[in-house]
């Protein structure tokens, strides 16, 4: 199985700023990398397919990167309605996987 | 637009089996995969099941052996059959749309309690 790690585990950030969240493969996976945002209480929504396609509706402050191994999800100037949990998801090759996500916390 | 919603969830008492339900609306469901994904109280994602728009079937480690996923095209309805029951299978399903394999659009999930 292909284990997604997820890093950092947590952060806490300010409005406006820069956030970067990194997900590295234990194999490599191509592009095929998902990003999810999940709000309390709230189902998944989707941000990003292929490491960097984002998702229809999705704000263009939103972004990924990286193919193989390595992968980030880049926020740039975080609004109010980001602070969230955050996970990858490969969908090489079955079974999926996902990381243990990433909790960005108001600073 | 596209709606996925989960039924079946409950108490259930351990050694017990669950038959959980997805009914899609606002798309072609016999042309798309679909998948279920759980989250325990507190924990992150899990993938547990998925089914191709061609039927084929894939299961996740940890409830292989205990699952059956099927669909009806006829119906645009999935399906989740979960046998023998344990504590650590409770959690919230969430039933969601798997565009080659990533999910574009979830349910808002059914909650399943495994308590004697």
């Known amino acids: 199985d292909i284990q997604m790690t997820q890093s950092p585990s947590s952060l806490s950030a300010s409005l406006g700023d820069r956030v970067t969240i990194t997900c590295r493969a234990s194999q490599a996976i191509s592009i095929w990398l998902a990003w999810y945002q999940q709000k309390p209480g709230k189902a998944p929504r989707s941000l990003i397919y292929a490491a960097s396609d984002l998702q229809s509706g999705v704000p263009s402050r939103f972004s990924g990167s990286g193919s193989g191994t390595e992968f980030t999800l880049t926020i740039t100037s975080l609004q109010p309605e980001d602070f969230a949990t955050y996970y990858c998801q490969q969908y090489h090759s079955y079974p999926l996987t996902f990381g243990g996500g990433t909790k960005v916390e108001v600073k | 637009q596209v709606q996925l919603v989960e039924s079946g969830g409950g108490v259930v008492q351990p050694g017990r089996s669950l038959t959980l339900s997805c009914a899609a609306s606002g798309f072609s469901f016999r042309g798309y995969g679909m998948h279920w994904v759980r989250q325990a109280p507190g924990k992150g994602l899990e993938w547990v099941a998925g089914i191709h728009h061609d039927g084929k079937e894939f299961y996740g480690d940890s409830l292989k052996g205990r699952l059956s996923i099927s669909r009806d095209n006829s119906k645009s309805t999935l399906y989740l059959q979960i046998s023998s029951l344990r504590g650590d299978d409770t959690a919230l399903y969430y039933c969601?749309?798997?565009?080659?394999?990533?999910?574009?659009?979830w349910g808002q999930g059914t909650p399943v309690t495994v308590s004697a």
């Open positions: 969601a749309r798997g565009d080659r394999s990533f999910f574009d659009f």
